[in-house]
């Protein structure tokens, strides 16, 4: 099985309701799609979205990446190279993590393929049902609410609430959906690096003292002011989540040293694909601390290798927010793995189970 061709193509897709974070605003999702030609016609599928507030990367520079890794890889063996085709890939070019993880989930698709089994368990997975989360935008009060209402109706009992544009607000948002949705629902925040340390503090202590109790709050803080998350941890009781501050194994183990954080979330885009965010876990594992699995905004195959990791280390990542495929208003590919509103069920196709 010899790598002979390496395409992209754009995947476009409606959203049911517009993306809102403290960061950006998407009403369309639009990501890429890489496919990869084998000599004996197999193709693997991988993808990746353009996320320039987060990753740094656009579509032009995600395909220009891609270009530039290509000849590296062109006329290795999947079966007989795995490995030196990863190291390629990540020795071509540092940083353009998204580009480097829609290469390496087309090449697992493709190594799944070749020893015949679906991608999680190649991977050494058992798990098959996964219960996500839902993203709740930022919007006004009153939006966020009825929006909080009908996830609940649709089954969701993980709501996570995108926050973090102002404090005062941000506090009346987290009251007004916890009383409209009861305390058996499961609150997550995120902030998107939205506030100062001392703001979390206030905000972070004052809901705790109006006797409510997030799972936990997601970067608050910009990705780099490590002092900050480690400020906020020691005042307040809401467990501290990581996003935007670790993206490499180097990242996380700063900030699990200083003990500055509770728990580490895992993205593809971030970690540079399955490879490093298998790393990550087991890492997360080594400091006694769980992980969440998320995923940008993008599409089915690229949440699908999310689910893949999220069983072959269910042991250490005990969250999931893997949504994107709920928001879409439509979603035109073949799927063995059923996305049903909060529940995600593996299937037992080979690889990793996205066919267009
Ligand atoms: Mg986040």
Redesign the pocket.
């Known amino acids: 099985m010899k790598i002979k061709q390496i395409r992209t193509t754009t995947f476009k897709a409606p959203l049911k309701t517009p993306f809102k974070t403290a960061l950006r605003r998407v009403d369309h999702l639009e990501d890429l799609v890489v496919i990869i030609e084998c000599n004996d016609g197999t193709l693997g599928y991988g993808e990746g979205a353009p996320t320039p507030v987060i990753t740094g990367e656009t579509m032009g520079s995600m395909i220009a990446a891609i270009e530039h890794i290509r000849p590296t890889l062109i006329g290795l063996d999947i079966e007989e190279d795995f490995e030196a085709i990863l190291s390629n890939l990540h020795r071509s070019i540092v940083k353009n993590t998204t580009a480097k993880s829609a290469l390496e989930i087309a090449l697992y698709d493709l190594g799944s393929q070749a020893v015949k089994l679906p991608l999680y368990r190649m991977l050494g997975g058992m798990q098959t049902t996964f219960k996500t989360d839902i993203t709740i935008s930022m919007n006004d009060i009153d939006q966020m609410v009825a929006d909080s209402l009908q996830a609940v109706e649709r089954g969701y009992e993980i709501l996570k609430i995108k926050i973090g544009d102002n404090p005062k607000k941000d506090i009346e948002r987290i009251k007004a959906i916890h009383h409209a949705v009861g305390k058996n629902i499961t609150l997550r925040l995120?902030a998107?690096q939205g506030w100062n340390a001392v703001q979390s503090v206030e905000v972070l202590q004052t809901i705790e003292n109006a006797g409510i109790w997030p799972q936990l709050i997601?970067?608050p803080v910009k990705a780099d002011d490590i002092q900050g998350l480690k400020y906020i941890k020691k005042r307040v009781q809401t467990p501290l989540l990581a996003?935007?501050s670790i993206f490499t194994l180097k990242d996380a183990i700063t900030l699990l040293e200083i003990e500055a954080i509770d728990y580490v979330?895992i993205k593809l885009a971030k970690t540079a694909g399955i490879s490093g965010a298998l790393e990550l876990a087991d890492t997360a594992r080594n400091f006694g601390v769980k992980c969440m699995i998320?995923c940008m905004l993008e599409g089915p195959y690229s949440v699908a290798a999310g689910v893949h990791v999220a069983s072959a280390k269910a042991d250490v990542i005990s969250m999931i927010d893997l949504d994107a495929v709920s928001l879409l208003a439509e979603n035109p590919v073949t799927s063995s793995i059923c996305f049903k509103e909060s529940e995600i069920t593996l299937g037992n196709e080979v690889g990793l189970g996205i066919r267009p």
């Open positions: 995120d998107n997601e970067q996003d935007e979330n998320g």
